[in-house]
């Protein structure tokens, strides 16, 4: 009998190879309904949040709502950490700690993670999101994970 965890094993691992997120997606219901996509280039993954009117914050400008921004983040950086190290269970998040630059426009959002630190048991990821130059993000944020023993 296959557990969750083999599932998930399986799913991170077909990922990894194929560089195909959409199954691994699927199995993650806020990802769909903040209307996130990934794609792998090279070695780098390339998060994207589609403008969503259920991702509004503020209807006046319009703005993208910063929990949904952080959520974004955060859903990338642990999608990132799972898919670079193999990762079969959810790791959990020790601390998450965003700046926000700018406001977020009604517009397609971008992430890119960066995989800081490794340690035996803690993992360190770095998100920026942009929209429309990485040169100028919307936010940056630092997750510390609490990987699962093997």
Known sequence: MMTYSD?????????QRSGHWETLLEQIPYAGFIGLTAQT????ILF????????????LLPALHGGVIAGFMETAA????MVSLNVD????VIDFTIDYLRSGKMKPTYATCILSRQGQRIANVQVNAWQKDR????????????????
Not at 41 to 44: P, S
Not at 48 to 59: D, I, Q, R, V
Not at 135 to 150: S, W
């Open 7 to 15: 599932s998930m094993a399986q799913l991170v691992s077909e990922t």
């Open 41 to 44: 280039l090279g070695d780098e």
């Open 48 to 59: 994207c949040m589609e403008p969503l009117e259920s991702n509004t914050g503020n209807p």
């Open 78 to 81: 642990t999608l990132n950490l």
């Open 89 to 92: 269970q959810v790791p959990k």
């Open 135 to 150: 040169e100028t993000p919307i936010a940056t944020a630092r997750v510390n994970f609490l990987m699962h023993d093997k």
